[in-house]
């Protein structure tokens, strides 16, 4: 059974760090693509990075480019390191997995979603 389980969420103050971990079972990670997405109150769930086929190439959002890198590693775990962090990143964090192609940054159509973890960002 293919599962997700993320962790690392926290309060942190801004132009702080966080380094999320989504620890995988059930997936050969160098045959599927990787997503971290968002959700913030009220609005609606964006994509914050994606990595394609096990790392062939990584996307970020705008919003996060310089600041956000996401990684693997070569067992069974995808990070997302958050560097310089604002309050408008505050949100819910998901990790999501995919196999089927349907999935993109901006395409939240994945295959497997972690349960979420909470990052706030507020000093």
């Known amino acids: 059974q293919v599962q997700l389980v993320e962790s690392g969420g926290g309060l942190v103050q801004p132009g702080g760090s966080l380094r999320l971990s989504c620890v995988t079972s059930g997936i050969n990670l160098n045959f599927w693509s990787f997503g971290w997405f968002r959700q913030a109150p009220g609005k609606e769930r964006e994509g914050v990075s994606y990595m394609i086929n096990g790392g062939d190439s990584t996307e970020y959002a705008a919003s996060v480019k310089g600041r956000f890198t996401m990684s693997r590693d070569n067992a069974n775990t995808v990070y997302l390191h958050m560097n310089n962090l604002k309050p408008e990143d505050t949100a819910v964090y998901y990790c999501?997995?995919?196999?089927?192609?349907?999935?993109?940054?901006?395409?939240?159509?994945?295959?497997?979603w972690g349960q979420g973890t909470q990052v706030t960002v507020a000093s």
């Open positions: 999501a997995a995919d196999a089927s192609g349907g999935c993109s940054l901006r395409n939240d159509a994945c295959e497997v």
